[in-house]
């Protein structure tokens, strides 16, 4: 019996030493791929020749188990054993020592020197967190705003939301705001009011940067207090974490809001929190200089910054100005870069982007096409369903493109919008085609064929964007546009005002402004008899 334990203990010392030599062989010691495989052999360790543990197991308690392990981390008092640590670690859990199922439930979370297990990462917090331990409860609670990768449903999160409430401010916020919003729990904005203050005399950023909105906004039915927020603002942001607290100060000066309106001010406070590594500051500071003071050079350089920090929106911001050549000389591949980059993390709208460049500048790149299908993919359903926003971008796509075979496309898309009945959308993309825009080229007989359709159809803004046509000279009176019209066809835009007037009091003050012989009128009389059966056979 002693030879079979003897060779038991040198068969898995041995194991336990090729496990060390091919961890550090692949460079990856600190993280100890193989700290799984030790935990399912830990019992066949201690009964086979580690004395130390055995030892431990048999004559400490819990909490002393746990401290031995955090000195094998540390290297107090012992040399540095991460594999002993684990298997201490798991010792004091089992027997339900609280601070060691949270420690333990953080390696499986993280997989910081065990294999990443969520399912078990779940189970150790959940036992945590029922001991008592608060930070296992808010993490519990974070499941409903956030994917933490533990495996809780709704209810569960809620459940230890409400319980880390009880003494955690972070969480104490949170669900204060989901009383505001009705989000999760009943509506209650005095419960809401009595978390935040709790949590703001912790001066929790959060807390403090809600209930100042509050005051300042007069928001959730609640006395504006300019004077109270402010304040509460103040307190913010002298927190270490105040970024969102300088964002909203910055709002505050910028838009007057309690206090004298100051754009410096305002700018410098939103410049700190965009220096403190803000994404949203920095995407909100590039958007000021774009949109405010028409600096492209500066609002490129913190969208850039925003956009690198992983921002969705600004991601999609600096592919525009790429695009368009805002700040920066024209960069179509930039541009594409980052509308890809948008795209991979799911926005429709740089997909459609992404799509359009790719068709007009890589034509060439057979990768292109499947990627501008796979791009097109809930579009394509959309448009299969009638949205008629679908079916618009779809059409200026292929319609911009120089292929005879996209052009087809780009008709049979047209074909579905008619079919559709809407003249409003019909008008609109006729209107496009005359001036040309940004996604489709100018074509001003097309846009003569739409307009014309929408007119027939009775759409009275069609029949009056057609008598301004006319009367401009912009086409013939025979029905096709002219870039180069020789001149105004006022008999025609006398029939069209004269349609629209039926229904739009504006077109009959425009045919008033138009000079026409008796003969003209009677022609045109003629030809609005014409129209009127027409329109009424199509109707």
Not at 38 to 53: E, F, K, M, N, Y
Not at 83 to 102: C, D, F, N, T
Not at 393 to 400: C, E, H, I, V
Not at 520 to 533: G, P, S, T, Y
């Amino acid at each position: 019996m002693r030879l079979c334990q003897v060779l038991f203990s040198a068969l898995f010392r041995g194991l336990r030493a090729a496990v060390v030599v091919l961890v550090t062989f692949a460079g990856c010691f600190m993280r100890l791929q193989a700290a799984a495989a030790l935990l399912l052999t830990a019992g066949l360790l201690i009964s086979c020749g580690d004395s130390s543990l055995e030892e431990i197991s048999s004559s400490r308690s819990p909490e002393e188990i746990y401290h031995i392990a955090h000195d094998y981390i540390n290297g107090y008092d012992h040399e540095i054993n991460l594999e002993k640590a684990v298997i201490l670690y798991s010792m004091a859990a089992e027997r339900g020592y609280p601070p060691a199922e949270y420690m333990l439930a953080n390696m499986y979370l993280t997989g910081s020197m065990v294999e990443t297990d969520l399912r078990r990462a779940t189970s150790l917090f959940i036992r945590a967190a029922d001991h008592g331990i608060v930070e296992a409860q808010a993490l519990l609670g974070r499941c409903l705003f956030e994917n933490t990768g533990l495996q809780v449903d709704q209810e569960t999160a809620l459940k230890y939301l409400i319980m880390a409430a009880g003494s955690d401010p972070a969480s104490m916020t949170s669900l204060a705001y989901m009383h505001l919003t009705g989000n999760h729990v009943v509506k209650d904005t005095g419960k809401a009011l009595a978390l935040l203050n709790r949590a703001a005399e912790y001066k929790d950023p959060r807390a403090l940067v809600i209930l100042a909105s509050i005051y300042i906004n007069g928001d959730f039915g609640v006395q504006p207090d300019h004077y109270r927020g402010i304040n509460l603002l103040q307190i913010a942001v002298a927190q270490p974490d105040n970024t969102d607290a300088l964002i909203f100060f910055s709002q505050v000066y910028l838009e007057g809001k309690g206090v004298p309106q100051d754009e410096i001010r305002g700018l410098d406070y939103l410049r700190q929190a965009a220096e403190k590594d803000s994404p949203r500051a920095q995407y909100e500071l590039g958007k000021y200089y774009w949109k405010k003071k028409n600096d492209y050079s500066k609002a490129l350089n913190w969208i850039g910054k925003a956009a690198e920090n992983g921002m969705l929106q600004a991601q999609e911001q600096l592919a525009y100005l790429y695009e368009n050549g805002l700040g920066i000389n024209q960069d179509l591949d930039n541009a594409i870069k980052w509308y890809e980059r948008a795209a991979v993390r799911g926005s429709e709208s740089a997909k459609y982007r992404l799509a359009v460049l790719l068709s007009r500048h890589r034509l060439d790149d057979q990768d292109s096409a499947g990627r501008i299908r796979e791009l097109l993919g809930t579009l394509e359903h959309d448009a299969g369903s009638g949205d008629p926003v679908a079916l618009r971008k779809l059409y200026y796509l292929y319609a911009s493109s120089g292929r005879q075979e996209d052009r087809e496309q780009a008709a049979s898309y047209m074909k579905r919008i008619i079919d559709l009945g809407d003249m409003a959308l019909l008008t609109s993309i006729a209107r496009e085609r005359f001036t040309g825009s940004v996604d489709l080229y100018a074509d001003k007989p097309e846009a003569f064929r739409l307009m014309n359709i929408a007119a027939m159809a009775g759409y009275a803004p069609a029949q009056i964007q057609l008598a301004d046509w006319y009367r401009a000279g912009e086409i013939r009176s025979g029905g096709e546009g002219d870039e180069a019209s020789d001149g105004k066809d006022n008999i025609h835009a006398y029939v069209w005002y004269s349609l629209a007037a039926d229904s739009d009091g504006s077109a009959r003050s425009s045919r008033r402004n138009l000079r026409l012989k008796k003969d003209e009128i009677r022609q045109a009389n003629d030809e609005i008899l014409r129209l009127r059966k027409e329109i009424g056979r199509k109707q």
